[in-house]
């Protein structure tokens, strides 16, 4: 057993230098919540900016508040406060759409560039653990360009040993995701994108469960374009626009495949050609869902305010202790930690899996503790550090013992899913 006791997390709360930032959510007192890499947790005053934008911006100003309350600029005032979070720079970031849609944007202009500098490139790698979202996309896009495009899925520890396999001359384009979303595995960025420019491809970042929860540094690490969510560690509230990053050396180089009227030059000249807008604007295609941004702009300037590499230790120090106390107090069971031990590969959760994994959680989850199941097997604890404490992982696994140790998964009401897991 762990000489580790409760009061030694308390300890560790008590003297959390980022403990006054759970004053910034709202969460039900009798909640444990630990599904912030699926969806974060609401923000203090999202409701009021929400009921400001409803009664005050639309329905009193109506039609004039796309100027009068900076409607028609959000996107890329969002767009910076991303970039400030992932390493962007000033005017390299837009906030619009969805991540799957910024994915197919992304993707295509990446191809088209290639096709021009590398012509005969006709291969796209992503990991097989990728998000489904993410491959679905890229499969739908080469059966659109219909020019002999292929999709190839590679396991992750090809992509940690540098593609030494698949990154071959008939590779155009590689898209991973910089945290694996069932293990929690983090790829190191600035060296696979060496590997990936080495082999004469581009890459495309999906950084959905990164941004917001360790620190990222997309222009250092030389990316060409990067994608992600606001939803989960940025807090933006559910279905939150994503964002769209893309290097300063491409930016005028992307061709709009979903050219829309909020990425013309001048859209209010109602010009019936396409001329694309200089810069990152030329990434959006159409209007904005306004309400949803504005809710989503509290998330940002949060974590805008934050000193990432403190977010960082503190995610750090909560995953070891988890792993911890689940390798010593769930010992007896069926249980494994499937995350990796290594820091520098380790995102900002815990996975373990159990041979009845989704009736555990769904125990879990009747007792107020919060986190969700991923096939095969797999319970996912999100330690989003802006809200959670070291003794909230200490109880955690102390009712996942109980849970386990008087097998009260076991009971009908846990082997029944919705639709959503």
Known sequence: MTTLERSACELLDRDDPLRKLRDEFILPSDTIYLDGNSLGARTKGAAERAQEVIEDEWGTGLIRSWNTAGWFD??????????????????????????????????????????????????????RENFPSDIYMLQGLAEQLDDG???????????????????????????????????????????????????????????????????IDLAGSGAD????????FLNGGPGSPAFIWVSEALQNRFTQPLSGWWGHAKPFEMSPDYAPAEGIRRYLTG?????????????????????????????????????????SRLADHPVQVVTPREHAHRGSQVSITHPEGFAV?????????????REPEVLRFGLTPLYIGFTDVWDTVEALREILDNRLWDAPQHKVRGAVT
């Open 74 to 127: 959000l996107p890329a005032k969002l767009g910076d406060k991303v970039a400030g979070v992932v390493g962007g720079g000033t005017g390299s970031t837009v906030v619009t759409d969805t991540t799957s849609i910024n994915l197919f944007k992304a993707a295509s202009a990446a191809l088209k560039m290639q096709a021009a500098d590398a012509p005969g490139r006709r291969v796209i790698l992503t990991q």
């Open 149 to 215: 495009y292929e999709v190839r899925l590679v396991d992750d520890a090809e992509v940690t040993a540098g593609f030494p396999n698949t990154m071959t001359d008939e590779v155009a384009l590689v898209v991973l995701t910089h945290v694996n979303y069932r293990t929690g595995r983090l790829f190191d960025m600035a060296t696979t994108t060496s590997a990936i420019h080495a082999g004469g491809a581009m890459v495309i970042w999906d950084l959905c469960h990164s941004a917001g929860a360790l620190e």
């Open 225 to 232: 374009m990067a994608i992600g969510c606001t939803y989960k």
């Open 287 to 327: 209007t904005q869902g306004v309400i949803s941004m504005a809710v989503a702009e509290l998330g940002l300037d949060i974590a805008d305010s934050v000193n990432m590499a403190a977010v960082r230790h503190k995610s750090l120090q909560l995953s070891d202790l988890f792993i911890e106390l689940v390798e």
């Open 361 to 373: 959680m769904s125990a879990l989850i009747e007792r107020g503790i919060i986190g969700d199941y």
